[in-house]
């Protein structure tokens, strides 16, 4: 661990630079918001291309192709069933690594509307519950919701 706080990478740093690109290509297979959907829909378990196709409203060559990089790279296995090929979660660690981040996104949003807020000239801010009078619930407004 480093002495300023931040921790670093262990497995990053001991990683072969020719390992490198396998990482990168791990996470720029995330980096596709379809592939999320994607990932997302099969949080409930297998589905074939046409269900996916459905439920993503999308084309079934463009869903077949991010099918394609995702069983590639391991997040999606697939399987046939009759005449159908499905696919399902082969390392739901994906899982965990998605919740870290839209978690982390949610943080860093949080504290910037803060921020943004601390810039607002005080007249313009909403009187909230000093504004109130005993009893009445105050009617939220389209400026409640304003940085």
Do not use: W
Request: hydrophobic share 40%.
């Amino acid at each position: 661990m480093r002495t300023d706080g931040r921790r670093l990478c262990k497995k990053l740093n001991q990683l072969d630079p020719l390992a490198l690109p396998h990482v990168a290509a791990y996470f720029q297979a995330l980096s596709e918001p379809l592939r999320l959907r994607i990932l997302n829909e099969l949080r409930s378990g297998p589905r074939n291309v046409n269900e996916l196709t459905a439920r993503l409203d999308c084309s079934q060559a463009n869903v077949s192709k991010h099918l394609g990089v995702l069983a590639r790279l391991g997040f999606v296995a697939r399987h046939a069933r009759g005449t159908a090929a499905y696919y399902r979660i082969a390392d739901e660690v994906v899982y965990d690594l998605c919740d870290l981040v839209c978690d982390r996104i949610a943080l860093r949003l949080q504290h910037h509307v803060e921020t943004l807020r601390a810039f607002r000239p005080k007249a313009e801010r909403p009187a909230r519950a000093a504004a109130r009078k005993p009893g009445k619930t105050a009617r939220r407004t389209a400026e409640d919701d304003l940085p």
